[in-house]
Nanobody, 126 residues
Framework: QVQVMESGGDLVEAGQSLRLSCVVS????????MAWFRQAPGKEREGVAC???????KYRDNVKGRFAISRNNAKNTLYLQMNSTKPDDTAMYYC????????????????????WGQGTQVTVSL
């Protein structure tokens, strides 16, 4: 049984940093692409960042230079380091596991990610 568990969400002030973690079990973690998604109230879910098995990364444009996705295969853990946070970053953040080793072409839409966590809330205040 695949389990995906996010943690680290919090209330922070704009400009502060936050690190999200995601522990995965039940899959061959080191062979799976992983991604972070987010969904704000009243908005569609959007892809934030994706990391391949070989640590090649992809980001949505408005987080480039501020967020960093990383993975520790020895700990079966995915991370999202969030720096220079903005109120627009407020959302529920979800970790997802791909059924392939690369970031699918339409990864930002959630295509190719069959396993998802329950989410962790990030709130950025002014």
């Amino acid at each position: 049984q695949v389990q995906v568990m996010e943690s680290g969400g919090d209330l922070v002030e704009a400009g502060q940093s936050l690190r999200l973690s995601c522990v995965v079990s039940g899959v061959r973690f080191e062979h799976s692409a992983m991604a972070w998604f987010r969904q704000a109230p009243g908005k569609e879910r959007e892809g934030v960042a994706c990391i391949r098995w070989d640590v090649i990364k992809k980001y949505r444009d408005n987080v480039k230079g501020r967020f960093a996705i990383s993975r520790n295969n020895a700990k079966n853990t995915l991370y999202l380091q969030m720096n220079s946070t903005k109120p627009d970053d407020t959302a529920m953040y979800y970790c997802a596991v791909a059924d392939v080793s690369y970031c699918p072409e339409y990864w930002f839409q959630g295509d190719g990610f069959p396993y998802w966590g329950q989410g962790t809330q990030v709130t950025v205040s002014l």
